[in-house]
């Protein structure tokens, strides 16, 4: 498995995934720049958390239209895996890879350790986790609150494409459970072709015990099943 | 010729505005109880050449569409078309 890691100006997140891709899983990575226009091979594109263009305007809002988001696009049309992670989901949403859009938390900035249920293994990035697993990991977000129509939200359910929810000590996904207002304790999703992933929290800040904790390997071992099946 | 054109973005109707129901708590607590509701967005201001008035109001809406608001979120208006 070959992952790009898109650096965009105000990315803060690229070290961390190159060192869940390359440290932790001992696979191929390559660094690749906003303004190129190549993906140099890569399977799978990860869109990483930060501040893309100072998140002026709407968090990813001027990112969506860096150089390189075409070829991203044109490799997710393909069938590609593209994995946006806080404000690469922002990204993607914004460059309609992903259906919804991030609002501003219903309570301000939140940055603290969540606990995320899996809802679905048939994408790339649940692949290797059991349905209902519940995952501690941080967010850190501003705007991360998952919002669209009641009606999209509901054919969303329908097709499955909910793959990650915000839930509580009990894995029930209250309000209380809920940090920033998102529609359904929603904190992950796919697309309808299932190979373009969304997450506001950090699985990439969560590989290994020194971190707090090791719950995000599986997520990003879901990634080698799925590149290998 | 050269325009100025003023853009409004606004939260639309009916999706949570956090910054807007704080605004509103904010000058409810200042003794301002006759507020109904606040909402927080955009004002945005286009310099651009154009054809004629028509035309630049025109364009800044394709770029509304395209950049300036979230179609799934915000509504946008344009607030003024000033030729200068």
Known sequence: MKVGIVQFPGSNCDEDAWFAVVDQLHEQAVMLWHKDHDLQGADVIVLPGGFSHGDYLRAGAIARFSP???????HAE???????ICNGFQIACEAQLLPGALLRNNVGYRSLSVTIRVERTDSPMTAAAPIGACLTMPIAHGEGRFTMSEAELDRLEGDGQ????????????TPDANPNGSMRNIAGI???????????????????PLLGSSDGRVLFESLLVAANA | MTFRVAVHVLPRRGILDPQGKAVCGALHSLGFAQVADVHVGRH????????????????VTAMCHK?????????????????T
Do not use: K, W
Request: proline share 5%.
């Open chain 2, 67 to 83: 950049l300036l608001a979230n179609p799934v979120t915000e509504d946008f208006s344009i607030a003024s078309v000033e030729s």
């Open chain 1, 162 to 173: 909910v793959l990650f929810r915000y839930v509580n000590a009990d894995g029930q996904p």
């Open chain 1, 190 to 208: 796919c697309n309808a072709g299932r190979n373009v992933v969304g997450l506001m929290p950090h699985p990439e800040r969560a590989m290994e």
């Open chain 1, 68 to 74: 390189i988001m075409q070829q991203v696009a044109a």
């Open chain 2, 44 to 59: 945005i201001v286009i310099e651009t050449t154009a054809e004629s008035a028509a035309a630049a109001s025109a364009s």
């Open chain 1, 78 to 84: 393909r069938g590609g895996v593209v994995i946006g």
